[in-house]
């Protein structure tokens, strides 16, 4: 065989490892919640959303409230994957087991939060939203627990904040007026079934930029 021969049929080889990798690496991306993406989390064990809304805790710092919903179509149950401060999260990059981040609410832009005041209702910890337009401080920041090298959209996982190592848990209590039937979101220092969440209805950001969508959107 020529060399010219030889050299189209190597770069041939190339072209197509090329294809087969960059196909692979989207299909795989696309089995994890990534950095960027708009999601909608349930806690498994109590199957209610992760929700928020401008109603500020009357006790404790008084700062806005993070409830558990019942609905899967409350627009205020959208939250945004986004990385700590002062670190770059690249969109549409899978987000790794143990990496710390940030979850933004998509309506009020502030920040899951936690702190050393007791939450209303059980008197675990509370949980909040926090910060404006998705800036708040060190303690908006929380680790993602899983058992793989990335958060699977499939698998439940935990979230772990790490100012202050408590759980983001649910337990059953309700809220009356004015929230009525809405759950206490809060942070408990076990890691057991109330603390286990699922990404559900939302939108997953790709390293092309270009978000599969995954549900109402």
């Not at 090329?18 to 795989?28: H, K, T």
């Not at 309700?174 to 286990?196: C, D, F, K, L, T």
Request: proline content about 3%; some cysteine; glycine content about 10%.
């Amino acid at each position: 065989m020529e060399t010219s021969q030889i050299f189209r049929s190597f770069v041939k080889f190339l072209w197509l490892v090329f294809i087969f990798s960059e196909s692979e690496g989207r299909e795989l991306d696309s089995h994890y919640v990534t950095c960027g993406s708009l999601v909608k989390l349930l806690n498994t064990r109590h199957n209610v959303r992760l929700h928020s809304h401008d109603v500020k805790y009357g006790s404790g710092s008084g700062q806005q409230s993070v409830t558990g919903v019942d609905s899967a179509d409350d627009s205020n149950s959208y939250w945004r994957i986004r990385g700590k401060p002062s670190v770059i999260c690249q969109r549409g990059v899978p987000i790794k087991c143990g990496q710390q981040i940030r979850i933004t609410h998509m309506t009020t832009g502030r920040n899951l939060h936690s702190h050393h005041f007791s939450s209303p209702l059980s008197n675990n910890q509370e949980v909040s939203a926090f910060g404006e337009s998705g800036e708040g401080d060190d303690l908006d920041v929380w680790s993602v627990q899983c058992g793989g090298a990335y958060w699977d959209r499939e698998d439940a996982v935990r979230f772990k904040h790490v100012g202050t190592d408590v759980f983001l848990s649910v337990t059953g209590e309700q809220y009356g007026h004015p929230i009525r039937g809405q759950r206490e979101v809060h942070g408990m220092h076990s890691a057991n079934h109330h603390n286990y969440w699922k990404a559900m209805e939302g939108v997953f950001i790709q390293p092309s930029n270009e978000p599969l969508r995954h549900d109402e959107l």
